[in-house]
């Protein structure tokens, strides 16, 4: 499946959302969840093959000519003029999708394969608590449009300043916390105090935290150690670790998720 592009529109500093339509898009079936993703697919240059292309083919090739791919979440989908938005983090010249969404420019295409997903707010929480950065903002925007109506949410963001904060929207009572980096050792620290610094939080708490490795964990720890989160029904995960290039932070995710959830 691929999508066409129709338009960029720079959100913040790191953050482009592109919007994509097309006939390519004819088959396109969305999840019930609010943080789905779609696997995107990446040209390398040189590599012989243009959007839209045969996937077993072209992963057939030689490694340096086969596509990327990269999961990024859907933040919205709109059936009536079958159009889809996906926000992108980007850094300049690093990483293969920022600078494809960077470079975006209407014409352009994009193949992916998805959507999937496994996430979306519980209708019967109590509360809502979403912690995450950039990575994770479309997913907890997305997810704090769905939340129960009246509920209180809370969201706790972090940005590289208030140039990267972005108005959000609930159905509940929501409460926005965003916190800025100071792009030094204690900016985990700087996450976990903003959590720590919540109140009371009610038993029946619906929980998503997604983003930086570190900082994810160390907030898991919070949670679990000394708020009680059950977390077996909090939804927790890293979508990326800082130091890391995309392929050498796949090569070990897998283990660090393990050694994540063996946290007491």
């Known amino acids: 499946m691929h999508g066409e592009v129709i338009e960029t529109v720079r959100l913040t500093p790191s953050l482009v959302r592109v919007v994509l339509g097309g006939d ?44 990327r791919g990269r999961r990024y979440t859907i933040r919205w989908w709109d059936p ?17 999708a920022g600078r494809w969404a960077a470079a975006a420019r209407p014409g352009d295409r994009l193949q992916f394969v998805g959507p999937s997903g496994g996430y979306a707010p519980d ?16 997913a907890i925007a997305a997810s704090l449009e769905q939340v129960r109506p009246g509920a209180p949410a809370v969201a706790v963001l ?9 108005p959000l929207e609930s159905p509940g009572e929501l409460t926005t916390h965003w916190v800025h980096r100071a792009h030094t050792a204690d900016d985990l ?24 490795a ?24 890293p979508y990326w670790r800082r130091g890391d290039t995309d392929e050498a932070w ?7 998720v393990a050694e994540m959830q063996a946290d007491g």
């Open 123 to 138: 209708p019967d929480a109590d509360a809502y608590l979403m912690v995450g950065d950039e990575s994770a903002l479309p």
């Open 158 to 166: 972090v940005v590289d300043g208030p140039e990267g904060e972005l």
């Open 214 to 237: 570190g900082e994810i964990r160390a907030v898991r720890r919070h949670l679990v150690a000394e708020r009680g989160v059950d977390r077996a029904a909090a939804s927790i995960s």
């Open 24 to 67: 390519g898009l004819d088959g396109f079936a969305p999840t019930p969840h609010t943080d789905q993703y779609v696997n995107a697919l990446f040209v390398p240059d040189g590599a012989p093959y243009t959007v839209p292309f045969d996937l077993e083919g072209a992963q057939s090739g030689p490694a340096e000519h086969r596509p």
């Open 80 to 96: 009536e003029t079958r159009t889809l938005a996906i926000d992108f983090v980007v850094h300049g010249d690093v990483g293969y």
């Open 250 to 256: 796949r090569e070990h995710k897998r283990e660090w």
């Open 189 to 212: 620290d700087r996450v976990v105090a903003a959590v720590s610094a919540l109140p009371p939080l009610p038993a029946r708490l619906d929980v998503f935290v997604h983003g930086e």
